[in-house]
């Protein structure tokens, strides 16, 4: 089985959930072993969930280049060029309401689009279960970038990381535990750490 939107939604739930428990100040701190602060990681997955919506939102979705919205410049020195940003202002709940938002986005998208739209991603021309695969995986590792700086544990559900990984990353290595499969296949164990990595959302 493919992950859907709902397991997209239950993800973000429960990422939603942990974050939602940082102190207003928290987004400041440099995210774990990221070049980002925690701000700037959250907004990032914001950008995520969106333009992943948008990329097979529309009616004939782009199939070379994300849609081609211009980006603003970035909000201070260091921080990512992206759409989407939290007023710094709002805090903790805003940035919990503007990821709930935008993951709601691609939830709805993907819950709704034909078996056979496709749309623009770098890493292979997608589909629904690409879009939420790709939405699950960044919603599960940002949140663990975040909160590990804090010194706060997070995991994914097992079963759903097991077809995420089934769906973009085919050849890593398995064993029995799926979200340390996912973790090193995505460069973020002692031994993987800085090493190049890449998910593959083509259409197989």
């Known amino acids: 089985m493919m992950p859907t939107a709902d397991d997209l939604r239950t993800v973000a739930d429960h990422v939603l959930d942990h974050l939602a428990r940082l102190q207003d100040?928290?987004?400041?701190?440099?995210?774990?072993?990221?070049?980002?602060?925690?701000?700037?990681?959250?907004a990032h997955l914001m950008d995520d969930f969106g333009f992943y919506a948008m990329q097979l939102s529309g009616r004939n979705p782009p199939q070379d280049s994300y849609v081609v919205l211009q980006d603003p410049p970035p909000w201070r020195q260091g921080s990512p060029e992206i759409l989407f940003w939290p007023d710094p202002a709002t805090g903790t709940a805003g940035i919990i309401s503007c990821l709930d938002a935008t993951a709601g986005l691609l939830c709805a998208v993907v819950a709704v689009a034909p078996p056979d739209k496709r749309g623009y991603h770098p890493a292979?021309?997608?589909?629904?279960?690409?879009?939420?695969?790709?939405?699950?995986?960044e919603a599960a590792l940002h949140a663990y970038d975040i909160l590990a700086a804090h010194g706060i544990g997070y995991e994914a559900d097992g079963g759903t990381i097991a077809r995420v990984l089934d769906r973009l990353f085919p050849f890593a290595a398995r064993t029995s535990e799926p979200w340390q499969d996912l973790l090193k296949a995505s460069g973020r164990t002692p031994e993987t750490r800085g090493r190049a990595w890449r998910w593959d959302s083509s259409v197989r």
């Open 25 to 42: 100040a928290a987004w400041e701190q440099p995210a774990h072993q990221l070049e980002w602060r925690c701000r700037d990681t959250a």
């Open 124 to 137: 292979g021309i997608s589909d629904a279960s690409g879009f939420a695969s790709m939405g699950i995986t």
